[in-house]
């Protein structure tokens, strides 16, 4: 029985497989190193921007350090900005025996890709990077959310490298497999898009 099947999660749930149960939901989150250090230094770098307009009130003349302080007040504004850029491809991603499901960091809602919806799971290369995509049964107009890639030459959608994952490349490798099952193919690239 393949895996998209939508009744397929209640027929085996204690069945072990590589990256869990089968019925069992994994998530992935992205790396936490390069996140972690996006939401303490930025909005540090922010504070300190408002501390240094703030001594410029305190200890200069009231038009020079008004003056100085909006000045640190709009500089403190642009950390924030690098980290809400920096954050807006990172995704917690999902899988289940339904679908892959990606959850952005900063962007609300989520974008569920049903396995249903696929004629093809696995790896791709695209420009150097191997990556995990989808094709579409339907071929889409542009990605779905933003940190997504939309190829339309080869049909593919690209999700996502496989090093960026707080996880082992294999560990998502073998979650996305089990839960795609005859959907999943090595060489995804290899297939030609078919209009």
């Known amino acids: 029985m393949p895996y998209n099947d939508p009744c397929h999660h209640f027929a085996r749930p ?17 790396r936490s190193a390069g996140a972690a250090l996006a939401v303490v230094a930025f909005p540090l770098l922010s504070a300190v921007c408002v501390l240094l307009g703030v001594l410029a009130v305190l200890a200069l003349s009231p038009i020079v350090g008004m003056a100085l302080f909006i000045g ?6 642009l950390p ?3 980290m809400s850029v920096a954050l807006r491809g990172a995704f917690t ?11 952005g ?6 974008t ?23 094709r579409p049964v339907e071929p889409l107009r542009r990605a779905p959310r933003r940190g997504l890639i939309w ?45």
């Not at 204690?14 to 992205?30: D, I, K, L, N, S």
């Not at 991603?93 to 959850?103: E, G, N, Q």
């Not at 960091?105 to 989520?110: E, N, T, V």
């Open 14 to 30: 204690g069945v072990r497989h590589y990256a869990g149960y089968m019925g069992e939901t994994v998530v992935f989150r992205p």
């Open 72 to 77: 640190c007040l709009l500089l403190a504004g």
């Open 80 to 82: 924030i900005l690098v």
């Open 93 to 103: 991603m999902t899988v289940d025996d339904l679908a892959l499901t990606i959850t």
């Open 105 to 110: 960091a900063l962007s609300p809602g989520r």
């Open 112 to 134: 569920r890709l049903y396995w249903a919806d696929q004629t093809a799971v696995g790896l791709a290369w695209w420009r150097g990077n191997r990556m995990l995509a989808v």
């Open 151 to 195: 190829d339309r030459e080869s049909g593919l959608l690209l999700i996502s490298g496989l090093d960026n994952w707080s996880a082992p490349r294999d560990e998502v490798i073998d979650a996305v497999r089990e839960r795609a099952g005859l959907l999943w193919n090595d060489h995804l690239d290899a297939l030609r898009h078919a209009n």
